[in-house]
DNA sequence: GAAAACATGTAAGGCGTTACATGATTGC
DNA sequence: GCAATCATGTAACGCCTTACATGTTTTC
């Protein structure tokens, strides 16, 4: 249900088409949202029935014709008021590799190592591209316009995950090192 | 799908109940997966027809009966050939907070900060119980038994989580002065 | 007297994933 | 030549959530 103010937010800082708004889930959401391209291309469906988006066709040469989706005033006294409900819902997350690391019980500490510096080599290249996004897009300001703020507050939430997730795990194999023979 | 392999990890440690294992997932597991009661039992059914678990009846006085679920050897085989595959899948994450956070530009600076006092009041009061339930099961010890190792591991990433999610409430909050008028 | 904890299930429905489908351009 | 990027969709399936269903004991 959430998907759709995930979109409609993206949109408050100007026209995107799908593919934009899945591609940004894939890099700047990560670390709090997903989704997939299927699902945005039949959420914007939904929404332009229901007045909170409309689009126009771009023809573009070379590449495919794209879908520019704005959104409405509706959409966006939606979205505000969503934003401001009291209650708001848990995260949920689902981390295979932390699923994994709840059973390391079941499997010998050398293998548990191997799980574990595969992830902390992952997290460490996510941190670098964390990073260097924020430099590329805030690195000279000190705090960027206020239409940005909402990117500039999550990107940072992204680099300090990435950073905590690289921590954990070295302090997990300073911690696992105890159990070996 | 890896519902099964978070509750075959959880039988790992030895027998437990639907209601258990649920109850789990509500406290310990939350930092890095989540599931229903409804799907917790559905799932065990599920797995008791294909023999990766067997359960015996506990009657009991004053509570209702319970079912005793145990991991068989067939399921912690299958166990340790997920947690061995070559590919982790990256984490799925979906966090309401950030992903108004992330619209933030869309409201006005006040109304930004009463939601992020509500947050960093619901996140302290998180921290403060991981830590409370980590003092109450590995306070004295420098490191657990290797049988307690997952759960010591995940214990400490939550209350790491925690951590960061505070501190970049308190940041954020700091950030948002500048934009008052 | 109400709420929370203990305890387990079924049924309906929808959100979300995977697979299928197409096709041009650019870089290695 | 192959993979990646750009670009948008449909269809099938199933995981997962919400609602329905029941009942006792303990605590406030």
Redesign the interface.
């Known amino acids: 249900m959430?998907i759709r103010?995930?979109l409609?937010?993206?949109l408050?800082?100007g026209p995107h088409s799908g593919y934009d708004l899945h591609s940004t889930f894939k890099t700047q959401?990560?670390?709090?949202?997903?989704s997939t391209h299927s699902q945005v291309y039949q959420e914007l469906n939904k929404m332009r029935d229901e007045e909170l988006v409309t689009y126009e066709t771009i023809v573009q040469e070379g590449s495919p014709n794209k879908k520019l989706y704005s959104i409405t005033h509706k959409g966006?006294k939606r979205?505000?008021e969503?934003?401001?409900e009291e209650a708001?819902?848990?995260?949920?997350?689902?981390?295979?590799?932390?699923?994994?690391?709840?059973?390391?019980?079941?499997?010998s500490?050398e293998?548990?190592v191997t799980?574990l510096e595969?992830?902390l080599a992952?997290e460490k290249a996510i941190l670098a591209g964390t990073s260097q996004w924020q430099l590329e897009h805030y690195g000279e300001q000190?705090?960027p316009s206020?239409?940005?703020?909402?990117?500039?507050?999550?990107s940072?939430?992204g680099k300090?995950?990435a950073k905590?997730y690289v921590?954990?795990c070295e302090?997990?194999l300073e911690?696992?090192e105890?159990?070996r023979a």
């Open positions: 959430a103010y995930a409609l937010g993206l408050t800082k959401h990560i670390y709090f949202w997903n966006e979205l505000i969503w934003m401001m708001v819902k848990p995260a949920k997350i689902k981390d295979e590799f932390l699923l994994r690391a709840s059973a390391f019980q079941a499997i500490v293998e548990a799980l595969r992830i992952r000190d705090y206020y239409l940005e703020i909402g990117s500039y507050l999550t940072e939430f300090r995950y905590m921590e954990w302090w997990a911690l696992l105890s159990y």
